[in-house]
């Protein structure tokens, strides 16, 4: 007599809308609006080309997410992009999207964040700095333990830190346009080299400008990465993407607006840390007490998120048969990629022990964009292949227009970084095509099994 076979463990439907769009901007809102924005207002030279470059830069990431949310409604399953490009591209170039995730992208990601929140969290408690690395492990191990045991407690800190950090954001834009006026003493002259010139000087400046901005507004394509733990995913996750990025963009432009108020166009590019800056003007040290707090807030919820979607890449990997065949299996009482999880945790750890991660994100993080485009070059493929099976319930507006202004946009990114740091890009490059021969050794295992 046969034994009776295991039910398939799979993943549980548990997130619903507000979840869904709570990933997404705390997919996207990292350090980066804090920290970032003088890099903008430095290249373009004016407060008006400034908040031009963050409208433009928000107008490409809506025109991503509808690609991703018609992507996700199409294939809503665990893995996202890696899944997408599997079935358009095939196997090989969807692997080595995995293998950068793996390699540096999302695990460096996590190291470097982690170091991030230590570090503020180190000066706001006023102890040593010493304690900087063991608290940024010690938040990893913390986090990952939280997504091991379910994705409900997962997404319930992702909400609550998620929260705290748009309420920082909040702080920030009331307090550089309500509580005061610009302070003359706050404002510094543009270098004239920045001065906005010609028609040709404005538009070089401003396509020089949205590889920053570009970059801020990354990361709500994670969330397509848990699309089998949505709840009505075809229907709530092309909302999900639309309602976070347009929150997102909201609050950038705003937070922008309260910048160039309080800093003027002069005071935001020549300063190393604009959020400090204008809370320190309006409150004085208070508020660069309340601001570096928002940003450990802020650092620690996108830290949970990246550790919250990045295993369910790998889990969809294993199932392949193309990575390691133990994180394939899902825990059978969390229903989460636990050892997934716990893989990338120990890498990532790794990774913030060497001190080698943000000079191995430097090399590669152009080739996310590369990947960016080629998922939303995959909706092509669908549309020509789908043809006879139905419709799907959301479709992008604009089609074929909005995935092909998306894709051109990755392209001149990809293209500008590489122009901008041949010698970084040969490396990554060369990183990222460590992948191939991995990929070959594992499909021949595979076969000889």
């Given at each position: 007599?046969?034994?009776?076979?295991?039910?398939?463990?799979?993943?549980?439907?548990?997130?619903?809308?507000?979840?869904?769009?709570?990933?997404?901007?705390?997919?996207?809102?990292?350090?980066?609006?804090?920290?970032?924005?003088?890099?903008?207002?430095?290249?373009?030279?004016?407060?008006g080309?400034?908040?031009?470059?963050?409208?433009?830069?928000?107008v490409?990431?809506?025109?991503?997410?509808?690609?991703?949310?018609?992507?996700?409604?199409r294939?809503?399953?665990?893995?996202?992009?890696?899944?997408?490009?599997?079935?358009?591209?095939?196997?090989?170039?969807?692997?080595l999207?995995?293998w950068?995730?793996?390699?540096?992208?999302?695990?460096?990601?996590t190291?470097?964040?982690?170091v991030?929140?230590?570090?503020?969290?180190?000066?706001?408690l006023?102890?040593?700095?010493?304690a900087?690395?063991?608290?940024?492990?010690?938040?990893?191990?913390?986090?990952?333990?939280?997504?091991?045991?379910?994705?409900?407690?997962?997404?319930?800190t992702?909400?609550?830190?998620?929260?705290?950090?748009?309420?920082?954001?909040?702080?920030?834009?009331?307090?550089?346009?309500?509580?005061?006026?610009?302070?003359?003493?706050?404002y510094?002259?543009?270098?004239?080299?920045?001065?906005?010139?010609?028609?040709?000087?404005?538009?070089v400046?401003?396509?020089?400008?949205?590889?920053?901005?570009?970059?801020?507004?990354?990361?709500?394509?994670?969330?397509?990465?848990?699309?089998?733990?949505?709840i009505?995913?075809?229907?709530?996750?092309?909302?999900?993407?639309?309602?976070?990025?347009?929150?997102?963009?909201?609050?950038?432009?705003?937070?922008?607006?309260?910048?160039l108020?309080?800093?003027?166009?002069?005071?935001?590019?020549?300063?190393?840390?604009?959020a400090?800056?204008?809370?320190?003007?309006?409150?004085?040290?208070?508020?660069?007490?309340?601001?570096?707090?928002?940003?450990?807030?802020?650092?620690?919820?996108?830290?949970?998120?990246?550790?919250?979607?990045?295993?369910?890449v790998?889990?969809?990997?294993?199932?392949?048969?193309?990575?390691?065949?133990?994180?394939?299996?899902?825990?059978?009482?969390?229903?989460?990629?636990?050892?997934?999880?716990?893989?990338m945790?120990?890498?990532s750890?790794?990774?913030?022990?060497?001190?080698?991660?943000?000079?191995?994100?430097?090399?590669?993080?152009?080739?996310?964009?590369i990947?960016?485009?080629l998922?939303?070059?995959?909706?092509?493929?669908?549309?020509?292949?789908?043809?006879?099976r139905?419709?799907?319930?959301?479709?992008?507006?604009?089609?074929?227009?909005?995935?092909?202004?998306?894709?051109?946009?990755?392209?001149?990114?990809?293209?500008?970084?590489?122009?901008?740091?041949?010698?970084?890009?040969?490396?990554?490059?060369?990183?990222?095509?460590?992948?191939?021969?991995?990929?070959?050794?594992v499909?021949?295992?595979?076969i000889?099994?």
């Amino acid at each position: 007599m046969t034994e009776p076979s295991q039910p398939r463990i799979t993943y549980a439907r548990r997130l619903g809308l507000f979840s869904a769009t709570m990933a997404v901007m705390g997919g996207i809102i990292g350090s980066g609006v804090f920290l970032g924005p003088q890099i903008v207002a430095a290249r373009v030279g004016s407060a008006g080309l400034t908040l031009v470059a963050w409208v433009v830069g928000g107008v490409i990431a809506l025109a991503g997410a509808f690609c991703f949310g018609e992507l996700g409604a199409r294939r809503p399953r665990a893995g996202g992009g890696y899944v997408y490009l599997r079935e358009a591209f095939g196997p090989l170039p969807a692997f080595l999207y995995g293998w950068a995730l793996l390699l540096v992208i999302a695990t460096g990601a996590t190291a470097a964040v982690a170091v991030t929140f230590a570090s503020y969290s180190v000066a706001l408690l006023g102890v040593s700095p010493r304690a900087t690395l063991p608290l940024a492990i010690g938040a990893i191990v913390l986090l990952c333990s939280v997504n091991y045991v379910g994705v409900k407690p997962a997404a319930v800190t992702q909400n609550v830190f998620t929260i705290l950090k748009l309420a920082a954001v909040a702080a920030l834009i009331a307090a550089g346009l309500f509580l005061t006026a610009s302070p003359a003493a706050l404002y510094r002259p543009l270098p004239p080299s920045a001065a906005p010139g010609g028609v040709a000087h404005v538009t070089v400046a401003v396509g020089a400008a949205l590889i920053p901005v570009l970059f801020a507004y990354g990361g709500w394509q994670q969330t397509n990465f848990i699309a089998e733990e949505i709840i009505e995913p075809e229907r709530n996750l092309p909302r999900a993407l639309v309602l976070g990025v347009i929150g997102v963009v909201t609050v950038y432009l705003l937070a922008n607006v309260a910048y160039l108020r309080v800093l003027g166009a002069g005071g935001l590019a020549a300063s190393m840390a604009p959020a400090a800056d204008l809370m320190g003007g309006v409150l004085g040290p208070a508020g660069r007490r309340l601001i570096s707090a928002g940003i450990a807030l802020s650092t620690f919820g996108f830290l949970n998120l990246v550790i919250l979607v990045t295993p369910r890449v790998f889990q969809a990997m294993a199932a392949d048969g193309v990575f390691l065949p133990w994180l394939a299996r899902l825990h059978p009482v969390y229903r989460t990629p636990a050892g997934a999880i716990a893989f990338m945790g120990a890498w990532s750890i790794v990774l913030a022990l060497s001190g080698t991660y943000a000079q191995l994100l430097d090399y590669v993080v152009f080739g996310d964009w590369i990947f960016f485009g080629l998922t939303v070059a995959s909706l092509f493929i669908y549309r020509a292949r789908d043809l006879t099976r139905g419709e799907v319930g959301f479709r992008v507006p604009g089609y074929p227009w909005t995935p092909a202004l998306f894709v051109l946009a990755a392209a001149y990114v990809v293209v500008s970084s590489i122009v901008a740091n041949p010698k970084n890009a040969l490396i990554g490059t060369g990183l990222l095509a460590l992948g191939a021969p991995v990929y070959r050794v594992v499909r021949r295992n595979q076969i000889l099994a």
